[in-house]
């Protein structure tokens, strides 16, 4: 019989730095020398958190990164919806990124509009022998004949495509000139990069590449307070309640990348006088082409949480007149009771509790003040497929002594949280069940746990309530762990 040791648990840079040296020395000594880079603690006042990121993940150590596949068809090219977008391979890759992502829409599906819907050149192997292009042609047949409503065509490339060097581009052309409508080829083979975030760039090239400067809708009239909203994916919703705020300040979204959007909000974009980036992991680069092709400066802004709602607000009406400035506070007046009344809900049940995050994109920063909003600490963060800059600008968000891990393995994040028993995790749906198994709360931060939007006013009503509903549900009282109990395994825990 062993009786389980417990040790309390500090928020400092002590207990971290202890932590992290702990969970290191499982490792063999060249892994972990490999695996300190990546974990780190911050100090206060640095600009740089020094852990090392967008590296290459240990073969053999488990990671939870998408591939380059993931990030321009699951997350960039997949949420246009009057397009159709073919995933060039097999069929596995395709059914997993379809509808995964829960990026709303309106529209009819399967007429004007196909973000549900799967389409796939279906690889088998005879055309891993002979190549795929004759295949993809007559997919690209098919779908004009069936969907003809669609405005284009968009070629999304698997592993397969690119090891056997199928000419996507000419076919794309090709196809393009004969049906009269864009086939824009995204050359997104899973293998290439370090993760998901190459997928990002290789999709906004695709639209520098074939989409700007190639239809510039005469018909369109600007106004001075034209924006668009880029990186916000309408995850749950969460562009439209961002997309209210901007209209009752007076501004005019003229498109939005890529949630509920079109092809021809992608070719009007040039047009804006301001951009707006919510995700800038995954679209910094085509807001920094538009900048010095067309001369559009852009802004990341935040509408998690009502502290940074309000920064946000106050910033992008800078950008103009005194009469945006007016309404910009007109409309944090007219929210403020709103965001009170929920704080003084859920901040008493909230207050104190301890949060660890480990998403990609902008969640693990642009979340922090929204938990803070509610009273709730932020005892650890990290990204799954995060930059160097990723990094440098979470420090503004951070307090000292917060523990920072990149691309976390598996073991890893599990002996974290088995130390610092956080009060709430905020993760993927591959972390979610078996931390819940391990009796700790937990939210899926992905897509929102099926739940939103939880952007603007309205969704932090909504976040509010379902952090709320994941810390104090009844169930975690009735879950039994062994390192809960007096008697236990011959390994401590």
Partial sequence: MTVVKTIEYKNDKEFHEALIKEVLSAYPEKTGKKRAKHLSVTNDGASDCGVKSNIKSIP??????GCAYAGAKGVVWGPVKDMVHISHGPVGCGHYSWSQRRNYYVGTTGVDS??????????????IVFGGDKKLRKVIDEIEELF????GISVMSECPVGLIGDDIESVSREKGEEIGKPVVPVRCEGFRGVSQSLGHHIANDAVRDWVMGKNEHPEFESTPYDVVVIGDYNIGGDCWSSRKILE??????????TGDSTLAELEIAPKAKLNLIHCYRSMNY??????????????????????????SIRAIAEFFDDTIKEKAEQTIAKYRPLADAVIARYKPRLEGKKVMLFVGGLRPR???N???DLGMEIVGAGYEFAHKDDYQRTMDYVKDGTLIYDDVTGYELEKFVQKIRPDLVGSGIKEKYSTQKAGIPFRQMHSWDYSG???????FAVFARDMDMAVNSPTWGLTKVPWATAEATPTEA
């Fill in 114 to 127: 196909f973000g549900t819907m799967q389409f796939t050149s279906d690889f088998q192997e005879k055309d």
């Fill in 248 to 257: 009752e300040m007076g501004l005019r979204v003229i498109a939005q990348w």
């Fill in 286 to 311: 085509i807001s920094r082409h538009m900048e010095e092709k067309y001369g559009t400066p852009w802004f990341e802004f935040n509408f998690f949480g009502p502290s940074r709602i309000e920064a």
């Fill in 366 to 368: 642009h979340m922090i």
């Fill in 60 to 65: 053999g150590v488990m990671s939870v990164r």
């Fill in 453 to 459: 939007p939880y952007h603007g006013y309205d969704g």
């Fill in 148 to 151: 003809p409503l669609n405005r």
């Fill in 370 to 372: 929204a938990y803070e």
